[in-house]
């Protein structure tokens, strides 16, 4: 499974980077998902971001969060999740 997280840099994006790296894994229809990949997209990437080898931090802004995994060429179910 790969996730889509904007605002990910944060402190309430940061803490979900932590938590979905320490879990590893979602349930999709009733079956673990592990998480292969995070894309944390936000407007700027402070120093001491999250570090973990799933997490790849893109700097930008979509008004569109939906769309994103189409545009990033993510696979169609790469899952978004939109803080605001």
Known sequence: MQLLVTGASTPLGQGLLRALA???????DGAAAP???ILGVDREQPPGLFVDERVEYVCGEYEQPREAPQRNNLPRDTAPVILR
């Open 22 to 28: 320490a879990r590893g894994a979602l349930t999709r």
């Open 35 to 37: 998480i292969a990949r």
